[in-house]
């Protein structure tokens, strides 16, 4: 399967851990975004990378999450002191050069 | 505020005959809309899109239409199928350089045998 694909597909957390998911795109897909998606609403942007550059970030990001591309390749989006508010579908997805973005299968954070 | 909505949470159709989903959307700067099916547990698939400087996309059973003058788009999926059952997102992409996607809340469709 050549997808973007994402792990872990479900964390569970107590509120206060910190948290950190990986997204690992389309391999010759420069572009990376993630997003989240809370219950009754669309996917909501979070930040943009192009190769290992964080180009743009939501004013959803707050300063307890942080995301990284270090080597222009896969991607990890931080959590920290994770709050019951933070329980959403967190999505990833890739671009090529074109306008299509190719989304993973998310993972899914409950925080108790 | 939402600048792209999607009006009807829920539409049933009968297998065979068409569907129509429709979506409305505000910030003029838009210039690139996409259609997403989605099924629980799994991420956006994408399905269809249109530029702003066309007025129509089509793709096998799927058509995208869209009225920039209203600034309304709708997807038209003929014949329905029941594995068509999925929740539908449409997204646009603004022209900041950086083409992150704005959605709205998604419809679920239903198609029935």
């Known amino acids: 399967d050549t997808g973007v694909s994402q792990n872990p597909r479900h964390k569970i957390t107590k509120r206060g851990q910190n948290v950190t998911f990986r997204c690992d795109p389309i391999?010759?897909?420069?572009?990376l975004y993630w997003y989240r998606q809370t219950l009754g609403q669309g996917p909501e942007f979070l930040t943009y990378?192009?190769?290992?550059?964080?180009?743009?970030k939501s004013r959803l990001l707050s300063d307890r999450f942080s995301a990284e591309r270090p080597k222009g390749s896969f991607s990890t989006l931080e959590i920290q002191r994770t709050e019951q508010g933070d329980s959403a579908m967190y999505l990833c997805?890739?671009?090529?050069?074109?306008?299509?973005?190719?989304f993973g299968p998310g993972t899914r954070l409950l925080v108790l | 505020d939402q600048q792209v909505k999607q009006n009807s949470p829920s539409l049933s159709v009968q297998e065979g005959r068409i569907s129509i989903l429709n979506c409305d959307y505000t910030?003029?700067?838009?210039?690139?809309f996409l259609w997403y099916k989605k099924y629980p547990a799994e991420g956006p698939t994408f399905l269809i899109s249109?530029?702003?400087?066309?007025d129509k996309n089509e793709d096998g059973r799927f058509t995208v239409f869209l009225n920039k003058s209203a600034k309304h788009l709708s997807l038209h999926i003929v014949p329905s199928q029941p594995g068509d059952s999925a929740v539908y997102f449409c997204a646009a992409r603004g022209n900041s350089g950086y083409s992150t996607l704005t959605f709205g809340k998604g419809t679920m469709l239903l198609v029935s045998p």
């Open positions: 990378f192009q190769n290992e550059a964080q180009l743009e």
């Open positions: 997805a890739s671009r090529p050069q074109g306008e299509t973005q190719y």
């Open positions: 249109i530029s702003s400087i066309k």
């Open positions: 910030n003029s700067m838009f210039d690139y």
């Open positions: 391999s010759e897909h420069n572009r």
